[in-house]
């Protein structure tokens, strides 16, 4: 019968202890890709390098992270230190071991290394020192003793060989990983406070806390007070302006810290009430922003409108800008899917413009800025140059005409951003020519980036139409799971996009919509590419394919779409493709697979159908007038022969 006791040494207290630092200290000490990115390509334009600079000068060491995983493997090292040291009760006996002698020495030997170890071990021939007491000596010689007579005597031995110990049947004893100092009687009022803490106090406020605020934000992570203001602002005609709007209704739960750092707000506000002039008051008025109403809405849109405006902010307000621009991704995501889920197409490409905006701090709504994202274009010249170019190519043209000491930097930093190309955009069906009704689609996009004309790289040309209608490739990744190819094998991708007003590194985007222009609604659901690679001189024909899937609609016609992609990190970047799906009968379906069998079946009199009718296959039946023909061509030659016969 077993018996269980606690485990008096703590040992087993102390493997437990051991697997559970494991099990926490383990997943905290591995490097997090997050924690130190790294990124194959950066921009070398002097903005982005002294905003590198600041971002350095910002980026703090978690002290307090590294403390306590300093002081969980300062524990783990020192259990693990008491374990090793700590007496194996569990060892399985071995007299053999512990005469020091190979198992199956014979008797002989084994009783002459007794002998030996007699004369050495025994109490009486031991000299004693600080370390060795009497009775280590003692406990030392009767466990060599016991090991020699389990091996010589036979009902020891008996005993060691049918129960495992040469005292016979021992008692099975089940320790509990518990050491006994917890459950001694003097300690009892401590354990039970502590259980009375942890699982009357702290474990039902922490779930407590889950569950409440669980409830009170959306799968998007925001507050469900902000989901619904989006519901009610948006409509199908709200714009990049109305978009802003509405994110700075939520800014009363979203976004700005509840501080009492508010100083200089009202000088920047006069700020921007210079530069954008009465268009503010509008913009307060719409978000209901005014000081008396909400105070945070109102200073979150200052702060908002600052970054936009590149107005500097006092040191204290710069940790809650800081925190409301990079919070304010996360509500534009939010304000995304509730367009996409009402198919409004306006709304669906204001949201994504917008963060490009919010990227390069390029107010919304004023186009006449969009130059201010170029590296040593200050807002202020922005529109001189908007009047003298329409596009980012036209630009770099006229400023090298024009000797501008900006033209190399500008033209080095949009060659790493490149421009966007749509190379080719089609809807596919596996295993089928056409698209029938209610089938699977999946509209396949391949894109690259391409320095844009005028810029410092080197011309690219088109892709080959032989790699564009690489059906093999296009076949693997069709019946592949992922929505996205694996990456090319040559070129280069880039990771970090030309954002020098944003407080972190910016990996750039692209949203892909597919749109009825008629009835203004998005058809899918957008997707969002990253990754996509850079073409250049030496690989031209570099390009990512990406996929979106959808059924198709359930009747028989012809829809013309218009695809674009849209960035959302650069302002303008953004191509648009106008894109047909056909959707056939599937009765031609049907009669283009008999027409195919019918031109697979062999004839009955060649040498194929002989042995396709052998293996009990269809064959192709000869017509009658094959039969004529044959027939007449038999006669004729019949009736040539005779002639040729009578004129010899």
């Not at 406020?205 to 569950?211: A, D, F, T």
């Not at 507050?223 to 302006?241: M, P, V, Y």
């Not at 597919?514 to 990253?530: E, S, W, Y």
Request: net charge negative; aromatic share 8%; glycine share 6%.
């Amino acid at each position: 019968m077993a018996s269980y006791n606690y485990d008096e040494a703590g040992n087993m207290a102390a493997y437990f202890l051991l697997t559970f630092l494991l099990i926490v200290l383990v997943p905290f000490s591995w490097p997090s890709s997050s924690s130190k990115p790294v990124y194959l390509s950066e921009c070398d334009c002097h903005d982005c390098f002294e905003h590198r600079i600041r971002m350095r000068k910002y980026e703090t060491i978690p002290v307090r992270r590294y403390t306590l995983l300093a002081l969980g493997w300062a524990l783990f090292g020192f259990v693990a230190y008491k374990v090793s040291r700590a007496d194996n009760e569990s060892k399985v006996y071995n007299p053999f071991e512990i005469l020091g002698i190979n198992t199956g020495t014979p008797v002989k030997e084994i009783k002459s290394h007794y002998k030996k170890l007699s004369r050495v071990l025994h109490p009486d021939k031991v000299k004693l020192t600080a370390n060795l007491t009497i009775e280590a000596v003692e406990a030392r010689f009767v466990e060599i003793t016991k090991a020699y007579k389990a091996l010589t005597d036979e009902t020891i031995r008996t005993n060691w060989e049918r129960y495992g110990h040469p005292d016979g049947r021992q008692e099975v004893s089940m320790g509990i990983a518990l050491p006994s100092w917890i459950v001694e009687g003097k300690n009892n009022i401590w354990v039970l406070g502590v259980y009375a803490i942890i699982f009357g106090g702290a474990l039902p406020s922490l779930v407590g806390k889950w569950w409440f605020g669980n409830r009170q934000k959306t799968k998007d992570g925001v507050d469900a007070r902000s989901a619904a203001t989006f519901f009610k602002t948006l409509s199908e005609e709200s714009g990049i302006e109305d978009i802003a709007v509405s994110l700075g209704k939520t800014f009363e739960w979203e976004g700005v810290p509840a501080t009492a750092q508010n100083v200089g707000l009202p000088e920047i506000e006069t700020a921007i009430k210079q530069r954008i002039g009465p268009k503010w008051d509008e913009i307060v008025k719409s978000a209901e922003a005014s000081p008396e109403t909400s105070q945070n809405r109102r200073k979150g849109l200052i702060l908002l409108y600052a970054h936009f405006l590149r107005i500097p902010v006092p040191e204290p307000l710069e940790a809650d800008q800081t925190k409301l621009i990079l919070q304010t991704p996360v509500l534009v995501n939010s304000l995304l899917s509730i367009c996409t889920t009402r198919n409004w197409l306006l709304p669906t490409l204001s949201a994504i413009r917008f963060q490009a905006y919010l990227v390069q701090a390029v107010p919304p709504g004023f186009d006449i800025l969009r130059f201010s994202q170029l590296p040593g274009v200050i807002p202020d010249r922005a529109p001189e140059l908007a009047k003298k170019a329409e596009v980012m190519t036209d630009l770099l043209r006229i400023m090298e005409e024009e000797n501008d000491i900006r033209h190399m930097e500008i033209k080095s930093a949009v060659a790493k951003w490149g421009q966007i190309d749509l190379v080719d955009a089609s809807f596919k069906v596996i295993d089928d020519r056409l698209v029938t009704p209610s089938s699977i689609v999946f509209l396949v996009v391949k894109v690259r980036l391409v320095p844009p004309t005028g810029s410092s790289a080197k011309f690219v040309g088109n892709v080959s139409e032989e790699a564009i209608n690489d059906e093999k490739r296009d076949y693997e990744f069709l019946v592949s799971k992922k929505e996205v190819e694996d990456g090319p094998k040559e070129g280069r991708i880039s990771y970090v996009a030309h954002a020098p007003h944003w407080p972190s590194h910016r990996k750039p985007a692209f949203w892909v919509v597919l749109a009825d222009a008629k009835t203004n609604r998005v058809v899918v659901p957008p997707m969002k590419i990253t990754d996509v690679p850079h073409a250049d001189s030496r690989h031209p024909d570099t390009y990512r394919s990406y996929k979106m899937q959808f059924q198709a609609p359930p009747q028989v016609a012809t829809f013309t779409w218009k695809l674009h992609v849209v960035s959302d990190t650069f302002v303008g970047e953004e191509v648009s493709k106008d894109i047909t799906l056909k959707i056939d009968d599937a009765t031609l379906l049907q009669e283009d697979q008999e027409d195919e069998d019918e031109i697979s079946e062999p004839e009955e009199d060649s040498l194929a159908g002989q042995m396709a009718m052998m293996r009990g296959g269809s064959v192709k039946k000869r017509t009658d007038d094959d039969s004529d023909d044959d027939s007449s061509t038999d006669d004729d030659r019949e009736s040539s022969d005779e002639g040729s016969s009578d004129s010899d």
